[in-house]
Nanobody
Framework: VQLQASGGGLVQAGGSLRLSCAPS????????MGWYRQAPGKPRELVAV???????NYADSVKGRFTISKDGAKNTVDLQMNSLKPEDTAVYYC?????????WGKGTQVTVSS
């Protein structure tokens, strides 16, 4: 399993960014896929996950602002981030849980300026 993440960058508070994760396999293979983030000096935390059946789960801190979805045409799992806050600044990692093993993409930096 290989994961390619893209879409990070610098944005002002209140702005939007969209992250994309392209796995080496199909996004419809039933594996849970999600986004995690890690800010300096803090542990990695779950941001959002989408399960094989399409159910989603979000960290409380991003509910109502972030949306995780699957794009079948591009075979990507996307994270739409709106109303960004400085505290969203972190390195964001794509994750796929395949046969009980976690796989990670290279992180993509998201920086939100105040």
């Amino acid at each position: 399993v290989q994961l390619q993440a893209s879409g990070g960058g610098l944005v002002q508070a209140g702005g939007s960014l969209r992250l994309s994760c392209a796995p080496s396999g199909s996004i419809f293979n039933g594996d849970p896929m999600g986004w995690y983030r890690q800010a300096p000096g803090k542990p990695r935390e779950l941001v959002a996950v989408i399960f094989g059946g399409g159910d989603t789960n979000y960290a409380d801190s991003v509910k109502g602002r972030f949306t995780i979805s699957k794009d079948g045409a591009k075979n990507t799992v996307d994270l739409q981030m709106n109303s960004l806050k400085p505290e969203d600044t972190a390195v964001y990692y794509c994750n796929q849980r395949h046969w009980g093993t976690n796989y990670w993409g290279k992180g993509t930096q998201v920086t939100v300026s105040s």
